[in-house]
């Protein structure tokens, strides 16, 4: 299933089987190199095939950016306890709509790359969580599993070769918090969706307090194509310390919307010109928040960048989940700041105060001033406010809503005085906060 | 308490993917489908559920309150969630939310009288680039417009 | 030490053992991080952030309530911006909380106004509609006002993890969050009044407390709770002779953190219409009010008369009287009025155990033992305080408890190993734990009851044959049980009548009753005894005599009382309450009314007295004195075991009833749980 044209400058590698008739099921995987990462893993040692993963220079597709192959490796071998894959496909990011996809066109891609990850580290049985939205992937996925059980791709005695692995799916219900792997262990336990204290991380302590991989459901995906052709092959498709592609949501004010697979530091410009074929109704590019509304938000003049962890890091912002949005000269920063702290707002799981009392105050300041009871000294406290919450609540939610508010008022200073002598309104103007 | 046998069968499976003696593990997803069934989760769901999994109300509710698709009422037949979240918003979400919310004549979390249809302005569904997006009960919906909202609600009726 | 780690806190050189949490290290060298969320003993949470300090290469602020110390760790609490984060936390936390100081009862002793007072954010910036939601009532006992709450999740915590109650969890999410009850809109559990205690703020109230009083109007007076033989320490808060509330918060007792709804909640009865504030004589087959001098002169009168003409007398002691009293009233049976007719009611052997044991445990060993057996007893129920610091051990040390019940217990939540026996067959039940019990270092045996003479002479064997060191605690019912065995209101070997030989006797001419109530479940033979009783309230026993004297509660004396694991403890008198006495006065105004003496009816010239004559109570003076307990030793030579041996008997009290006291207390009465059906 397709929801947009593909471009001509994707790099299709977890994408490949992308519209092919009948993608979902094994006999298409298995004729398009299907599982032949799997086979190769299956000779090889797991430290080789850690080996093998960090020399891809594969780094956490679910936003943080950490290097799959070392988060392999902190699951303690020795361990008697049994291991984990924890597959984390609860998508929420604002901006990011890939693994949905990936879910939907290749789901046996997943699985292999799930029993590589297995191999990896000993571990007998994996869990994709995915969100409660995303019913029909979940049906999906439960239909892709019970085919590679048939056929002898999961179970007892893998391909022969003395593997056991199972795999489950999980739903969620709605909470984008469960997408911070430690609150997505305790709902995958059955528990509110509240993130742990860390240390022990997941590695040593995960689902069920045993070692565990975690990985966004596009990390995982990544690997059959490693094993297959070679952590250095997935490597040189990107930059250095940036392996491979990734899938690219392009959205908001944008001609050509969609989700396309491009190499890793692919240039910002070129893709919202040349993947994405330029602002809509021939608008001027005002911003672009680069990897999801956690991300601070770059102004056009800043967007000349290339597309990787470290270099959009050092634009002091973040790569995020992908999630590219743009937006045209006539967007209004303050509406958007007021929907971003909306949502975290109500995401937010309310263990900690900063987290919990900080996206209550900003989002209230916000809607007041939005709806043109603003004052100057509010664009002063709004910044202040989330530099309160910066680094000091207790998982990186409170980041995640403090990042962004903060880049707003610094980038944006001047529209949120402007806005203070404009007539408000617009549809943003409730101040209603559900329970 | 009584679930049909497809919903038995589910929660069985549900309750067998856990490691032995942590079944309650599946919790949430035994609430969600035991509520696709019987419509919301009612005390005599809840405590059905908890009894099986061995863990007192309270601990379900605790869950329950915290999950946003967890719910003690019933929605209406079509529970509509319309996202007005970043991406939508630039593309019209916000508007087709409040054609939605004239057309049916009723608001965030409300139910038509009929008990047909619900509205919920929703949070990111995961559907950026075809914005905007809508899901219908578990079915989305994308690139929307307030005409093809009329057209989709003229559908459902009609299918009732 | 081999594994001491070093650090720096604020500069000062720190050593630590490795594992410590900087917030503790912190407290050991005098430097006090604020938390509301951390606290000793229960899981941690980091919820709260104000314990962020700032860590030497550490690239943000990190909790310390978390954050272990290590090795060359350089952590400073002092600079700017862990000043700052802690006014941001504080300025975040009242954004919603309602500022309703004035007319909250936490105002004054409210953590979180000290920490307003201590670390600013005395101005908000916040302009905004504050989040408002209705006060709930969980029950008669727990009120919860949410908007005072800061969610640091305590009381959840020391429900879920000091009890196994499990009552009270967290609902909603985010800004909505809140503390949520077991029942939907109520509460059913222990009613303990623990997440009462333990919150920082005036989230939860107790419903006896609240807006009677502002906190620094009252006199606070440590005491040793009166009703169960746990002996947990209670401090009752005083103001005009009326106790208003009891809390264990300078946690000096026994019991630490803990007291249940009874230590808590229950001293109500002090106060009830009932209590008797006049003596009473039956004057033409009516009980009437008369004047102490004329009840005294009735009972020395008629003592003196029936001692005079070698009548046969009969005096049953109390469950809840100090040991001055009771010693007091032995030997003014067994000297002045010669007799060797005294008894009091019996809830437990532990006479027996006495007489074949020296190794007896205390409070702190439940809590540091390395495993534990429950042999015939509800702990949960009954013994609160022993379930609470065999659960903590269990949560701190993981220390195994055996249970070998009748029935569920709490215990079972927890427990290493378990035997169910039908009543009776207790002993079976700890045979078949032999195995388990045999690989563990050491024992502590506890056993109601069921373990009576025989089989409590077993039990010891059986402790015996397991190779490992034993301790015993014999489980009994009331406030000062042990005191009054130990003290000698037991029948004189050889002769003396028991409690219901005294009953039955047909010949009884005078049957004394201090604080006992035998005629509630019994009859007396004799119909021209004479009787006499000293009491708190008209008892079924009472209404029987021919002389009441108004005695004075625990609440309103001084003296000391032993606990069931033998722990002798000072009661400190708290109020007065019109009209009544001391039981020990009352027994100096009868001798000097009978003009006999038996030395000075003070508490601390008796005990004296105790220490020196009465064996295994020879107590180090400072520790009572300053509040402490010292446990009394069994004596050296086994005590010859009193009368028969299936004498005793517990009232299997539950949480909400305990004797003649609980049927005062309104407090007890007046939740849903009360007395026990409804929950266990």
Known sequence: MLYNQPSPLEVKVLTRRFGLPDSQSLDTYLATEGFQGFRRALEMKPEEIIGEVMASNLRGRGGAGFPAGMKWSFVPRASSKPKYIVVNGDEGEPGTCKDRLLIE?????????????????????????????????????????????????????????GLRFDVYTHSGAGSYECGEESALLESLEGRRGVPRIRPPFPAVAGAFQCPTVLNNVETLCAVPAILRDGGAAFAA??????????????????????????????????????????????????????????CPILKASECDLAMDFDTVAKARSMLGSGGVVVLDEDTSIVSLATRVMRFYQHESCGWCVPCREGTTWLRKLLERFHAGHGTLADIDLMGDLARNMLGRTFCPL????????????????????????????GPLGRVTIDG | MTFSPELETRLETLMRSCPPGREASALIPMLLYAQDETGALTSEVVEEVARRLGITPLQADEVISYYSMLRRRPAGRHHLQICTNVSCMLRGGQELYGHACKRLGIRNHEVTADGEFSLEEAECLGACSWAPAMLVNYDYHQDMTPEKLDRLIDSLEKKH | MADLVRLTIDGKPVEAPAGTLVIEAARCIGVEIPAFCYYPGLSLQAACRMCLVEVERAPKLLASCTLPVAENMVVRTDTPAVKQARRSMIEFLLTNHPLDCPVCDKGGECELQDMVFRYGAGESRFSEVKQHVEEKRFSPIVFFDAPRCVLCYRCVRICNEGLGVRALGIVNRGVASEIGPNRGDRLECDECGACIDICPVGALTSGIYRYQTR????????????????????????????????????????????????????????????????????????LQPVSWSRALAAVAEKFTEVKARGGKFGVIGSNHTTNEENYFLQKFARQALGTGNIDHQRTGDVATLLGCTRSLATVADLYSTKAALVVGSDLAQQHPLYAFQLRANWRHHQARVYTVTEGPVREDQYSAGRARVQRGEELAG??????????????????????????VRKLV?????????????????????????????????????????MLAAWDLDVLWVVGANPLKNGELAADGAFVVVQDLFLTETARRADVVLPAASAYEKSGTVTSATGEVQALRAALKVMGAKPDLEIFGLIAREMGIDLGVAMPEAVFEEIRQTVRGYNVPLPVIAAGGAAQALAPEAPVAAAGRADLAESARNTLFTSGTLGRYSKALNSVEEAPGGLYR
């Open chain 1, 105 to 161: 066109n290749d789901p046996h891609q997943l699985i292999e790359g799930m029993l590589i990850a297995a191999l990896a580290v000993g571990a007998a049985a994996g869990y994709i969580y995915i969100r409660g939205e995303y019913r029909r992937l979940i049906e999906i996925m439960d239909r892709a599993i019970a085919e590679a059980y048939r056929k002898g791709y999961l179970g007892e005695n893998i391909l022969g070769s």
């Open chain 1, 398 to 425: 409170g980041d995640a809503a403090a990042m962004p508010m903060i880049s707003y008022v610094e980038k944006f200073r001047g529209e949120f005085e402007e806005y203070l002598n404009r007539t408000p309104g």
């Open chain 3, 215 to 286: 906190p620094w109007e009252m006199q606070h007076v440590g005491t040793i709770c009166t009703f169960c033989a746990n002996g947990c320490k209670t401090t009752l808060g005083v103001r005009n002779h009326r106790i208003i509330r009891g809390n264990n918060r300078d946690r000096s007792g026994i019991n630490g953190e803990f007291l249940c709804i009874k230590g808590r909640y229950a001293f109500d009865f002090v106060h009830s219409e009932e209590r008797l504030q006049t003596p009473l004589l039956r004057v033409n087959g009516e």
């Open chain 3, 430 to 455: 700890v045979e078949r734990l032999r195995e388990q019990l045999k690989a563990e270092p050491e024992l502590v045996i506890l056993f109601g009851d069921a373990i009576q003479g025989e089989a």
């Open chain 1, 237 to 294: 498709l990107g930059t250095p310390k940036n392996g491979g592609t990734r899938l690219f949501c392009l959205s908001g004010h944008i001609n050509k919307p969609g989700v396309y697979e491009l190499p890793m530091g692919f240039n910002l410009l070129r893709m919202i010109d040349e993947v994405g074929g330029g602002v809509w109704k021939g608008k001027k590019l005002k911003a672009v928040i680069p990897g999801g509304s956690s």
């Open chain 3, 461 to 501: 064997a059986f402790g015996d044959s397991l190779g490992i060191p034993v301790k015993y605690v014999c489980l009994l019912d009331y406030s000062n049980s042990r005191g009054a065995a130990d003290m000698g209101l037991t029948p004189e070997p050889g002769g003396g009548l028991t409690l219901p030989e």
